[in-house]
């Protein structure tokens, strides 16, 4: 494991009559649906769409980014990149392919759920920041033509389009932890907005984007 790169997940938050959408994984918990960011994606909008049909056989259309934030599961590091979604199409029966439960849970039972914060935190719009989950029970076992990628996660900072930072993430640090540890007085919580993901093939780079709004 390379210490300065981290896996990127593409997540989704899919609401339908005050319900969302959400997979029961194998460690019993419940997570948003997508994936990792793969090798060929041509976008982290177009790996989340690929993701839900694979996983639900419904089809999205991406409305907005939503805020970035770390996932450790036991020793790995994954930023975990949400994006608000609406369905253009819903089967009557969902199946996921990759053998987890799917289920449409009620916004108000999302607050008890068996959940990491931070999918608790990007379903009801609060800023999340790092969470935890123990190994799984079963050891994942990809398919033969999956590329697990690791990446550079770079956090890039603008205030009235002046650059204020731009440095690679470090681990054990979520992206909003890391904004304010180096930005010090400069950072409020409410002023900082998360801006659209860019991807930098170049250099193997994530480019988290975020404004300071005055």
Request: proline share 4%; hydrophobic share 35%; aromatic share 10%.
């Amino acid at each position: 494991m390379n210490k300065n790169r981290f896996a990127v997940s593409i997540k989704g938050v899919l609401k339908y009559n005050d319900c969302y959408l959400l997979r029961k994984n194998e460690r019993q918990e419940y997570e948003l649906l997508g994936g990792r960011l793969e090798k060929d994606d041509v976008s982290a909008e177009n790996r989340l769409s690929i993701e839900f049909i694979e996983e639900s056989g419904v089809k999205i259309n991406i409305v907005k980014n939503l805020e970035p934030w770390l996932y450790e599961i036991g020793l790995k590091n994954i930023i975990i990149i949400p994006y608000e979604c609406i369905s253009i199409e819903i089967p009557k029966i969902l199946i996921d392919e990759d053998g987890g439960s799917l289920h449409w849970i009620h916004k108000n039972e999302i607050n008890s759920l068996y959940m990491p914060q931070g999918y608790k935190d990007t379903i009801i719009a609060s800023v999340p920041h790092k969470s935890y989950s123990f190994f799984p029970k079963k050891i994942f076992k990809p398919t033969s033509n999956f590329v697990d990628r690791e990446y550079y996660i770079r956090i890039h900072v603008t205030k009235n389009k002046d650059e204020v930072l731009s440095e690679l993430l470090i681990h054990h640090i979520s992206p909003r932890d890391f904004i304010s540890l180096k930005l010090g007085e400069l950072y409020n919580e409410k002023e900082l907005k998360s801006l659209p993901t860019t991807i930098d093939r170049d250099n193997d780079t994530i480019i988290l984007n975020y404004n300071i709004e005055m």
